[in-house]
């Protein structure tokens, strides 16, 4: 008798540890933490974190704490795969947060999260391409596509008095997407292209592009490349050979790697465009106190707001939901993000479990803007131009 009421007593035991377990929920967080744009990655894990830790502090998340599960793309489309597989099999997350490169973004959501009917929210994907995915209404974006960067970027570069530029871009998804809109928006504005050059990746030298392209002549070159990889060795293949001078360049070569690889002096002339946060925002303002408050440093780094806001917009998802149920995040995604509903922002999650539990409609607004997913899960947004400053980038106008 007194073995069975023993064993009995373990049993509960197991099946109340597993109950306790069960409640936590994992998110994925699928970034590309090696490759071309690793030097980017730390303040966005910390952003990412930072989301997830003020869940845990204000509730958690469902009946439980949110626990956060990274997945490493290595910046390539078999490691993206790979790693979201890993992610969806494996860890049985509901939702992913990511991929950050359009790249491994299309090759993650093609290849494993769409087959397995999960969602996935990129803060930095671009790529048009992404718009017309067959995805289930799987696969999102909280960024605009670079057909709206492409052609911001031109009007940019004809503000500036150049009328006459030649173009490089990286031979995949990001690099040919938004340089041949911008090609097309340039010339439709009147300017010329006076050579046009498209890159392959993982090269020592580009001296043999770079011989064509200053050849023709132009006022300055258009970069469109990832600074970790291509982008910085060009911009100082051109200054050594005394090809090109004034470099514009988009989100990928907005790395500070770039200035600390050429020198703030070698890039006075230049500027670059990139996704941004409406002017005057109180919620980047607020996401920034949090972040400065928990990292001392860092809020203003590239992607840190879409990251944060696309991290919270996951988990909101799952909380809207009810449930780790897959079939439901889409719905409850488009639910917190889109209007109607009462205002939620950065660091506010006890206010919004507490809406979601009165079956009240919320509607996020974040350090990035508003969120309102059209029928291809785009959004429109915000382009800035940025110029270098010291060792950082500076923002000097928005354009929208």
């Known amino acids: 008798m007194k073995k069975t009421t023993y064993a009995l007593a373990i049993a509960a035991l197991f099946a109340s540890c597993a109950s306790t377990l069960a409640e936590d929920t994992k998110i994925g967080l699928l970034m590309d933490i090696t490759g071309p744009i690793a030097s980017f990655i730390p303040p966005l894990q910390n952003a990412a974190n930072l989301a997830v830790k003020q869940v845990n502090e204000q509730g958690g998340l469902l009946d439980g704490q949110a626990i956060a599960v990274f997945g490493d793309t290595t910046g390539s489309s078999q490691g993206a795969v790979d790693a979201a597989g890993k992610l969806i099999n494996i860890e049985n997350v509901p939702i992913i947060m990511g991929a950050l490169m359009s790249g491994t973004t299309i090759a993650s959501?093609?290849?494993?999260?769409?087959?397995?009917?999960?969602?996935?929210?990129?803060?930095?994907?671009?790529s048009p391409a992404m718009t017309d995915i067959k995805d289930n209404d799987l696969l999102y974006r909280i960024v605009p596509s670079d057909n709206f960067q492409g052609k911001v970027l031109a009007k940019m570069v004809?503000?500036?008095?150049l009328k006459k530029v030649a173009v490089t871009y990286v031979n995949n998804d990001y690099g040919v997407g938004i340089g041949g809109t911008f090609v097309e928006a340039y010339k439709a504005l009147g300017g010329e292209v006076v050579a046009e050059v498209k890159?392959?990746?993982?090269?020592?030298?580009?001296?043999?592009?770079?011989?064509?392209?200053?050849?023709?002549?132009?006022?300055?070159l258009v970069v469109i490349a990832y600074a970790g990889d291509s982008g910085s060795k060009i911009v100082k293949q051109s200054l050594e050979g005394g090809l090109f001078t004034r470099f514009i360049g988009t989100d990928g070569l907005r790395d500070e790697a770039l200035i600390a690889d050429i020198g703030a002096e070698g890039l006075a002339t230049s500027f670059f465009s990139a996704p941004t946060s409406p002017a005057d925002n109180p919620s980047q303002a607020?996401?920034?106190?949090?972040?400065?408050?928990?990292?001392?440093?860092?809020?203003?780094?590239?992607?840190?707001?879409?990251t944060y806001d696309a991290t919270f917009l996951t988990l909101l998802a799952v909380e809207q939901a009810g449930s780790a149920d897959r079939a439901k995040m889409a719905e409850a995604l488009r639910a917190v993000a889109s209007a109607p509903g009462e205002k939620v922002g950065p660091g506010e999650w006890e206010k919004a479990k507490a809406l979601i539990k009165e079956g009240k409609d919320i509607d996020y607004d974040g350090a990035g803007g508003a969120y309102d997913f059209d029928e291809n899960g785009d959004v429109a947004g915000y382009i800035g131009k940025f110029v270098v400053d010291g060792d950082k980038y500076k923002q000097i106008a928005i354009f929208e």
């Open 158 to 161: 004809l503000d500036e008095g």
């Open 286 to 306: 607020k996401l920034h106190e949090l972040y400065n408050a928990e990292f001392k440093e860092g809020a203003d780094k590239p992607f840190v707001d879409q």
């Open 109 to 126: 959501a093609e290849a494993a999260a769409i087959p397995a009917g999960v969602v996935q929210v990129s803060p930095t994907a671009t």
């Open 199 to 220: 890159h392959e990746e993982k090269k020592n030298s580009y001296r043999s592009e770079l011989a064509t392209l200053s050849k023709a002549g132009g006022d300055a």
